[in-house]
């Protein structure tokens, strides 16, 4: 099946620093998504990004289906960014979404 | 809207019990979805429904596990015969017909854990 990895699987960041986080997949998808998970538990959808660009606020990303990767970019990082961010792929016409393991984000004040 | 529901939120139980959650959906999905998440893992899909039908399901999900959307509103996980290595969080997303269009919503998760 269709492997989904990310990168780094850990990241710890002053408070105001920018990071990159990427997510390469195996093979074709219909689409993709990030996801933040708070400490709660709670995954918060961050952008539904098939193709192309999209911010919103301090964050945004990128996705080359062509290349099969994408690129969710945090600037001016606050402690509140703090959390796991998953990226996950549609694979199918059923909507099944397949994740990636995940980067644990901590951000230092 | 007031986004995917789940309950309850947590659950202790002993080995051999029976436990069931429940989902309730954006009004307006039709689709919902089952995942399990183990700590440090990313969540793993277990079944999903499209209005009442059960259109697909994991194979992690053994005979002990079912789930059923009567009505094609809310629906119900059930697992019996509960073992410790059920404990996990179980998540709900729904989403609109063609979530390749509209994406999921996740519910907040029921934390399952089996002593």
């Known amino acids: 099946g269709i492997q989904v990895e990310q990168s780094p699987p850990d990241l710890i960041l002053q408070e105001g620093a920018n990071s990159t986080l990427r997510c390469n997949f195996s093979?074709?998808?219909?689409?993709l998504q990030w996801f933040h998970q708070n400490p709660w538990g709670q995954l918060i959808n961050l952008f539904y990004?098939?193709?192309g660009t999209k911010q919103n606020g301090r964050l945004s990303a990128t996705t080359v289906a062509t290349e099969r990767y994408s690129l969710l970019y945090i600037s001016s990082s606050q402690t509140t960014d703090s959390g796991v961010y998953f990226c996950?792929?549609?694979?199918?016409?059923?909507?099944?979404?397949?994740f990636g393991q995940g980067t644990e984000l901590s951000v230092k004040p | 809207d007031t986004g995917v529901s789940q309950n309850p939120r947590h659950k202790i139980t002993k080995r051999g019990q029976n436990v069931t959650f429940r989902c309730d959906p954006i009004?307006?999905?039709?689709?919902l979805y089952w995942y399990r998440q183990t700590l440090g893992q990313g969540p793993e899909f277990l079944t999903y429904?499209?209005?009442?039908?059960?259109?697909?399901k994991s194979r992690l999900l053994s005979d002990r596990f079912s789930a059923e959307r009567p009505k094609g509103s809310f629906s119900t996980l059930e697992i019996q015969r509960t073992e410790q290595g059920d404990s996990a969080m179980y998540l709900c997303?729904?989403?609109?017909?063609?979530?390749?269009?509209?994406?999921?919503?996740f519910g907040s998760g029921t934390r399952l854990t089996v002593v």
């Open positions: 996950a792929v549609f694979y199918n016409q059923g909507g099944k979404l397949i």
């Open positions: 990004i098939p193709s």
């Open positions: 009004s307006e999905h039709n689709r």
């Open positions: 093979d074709s998808v219909n689409n």
């Open positions: 997303a729904s989403s609109r017909a063609g979530p390749g269009v509209y994406g999921y919503t």
């Open positions: 429904f499209q209005n009442e039908a059960q259109l697909e």
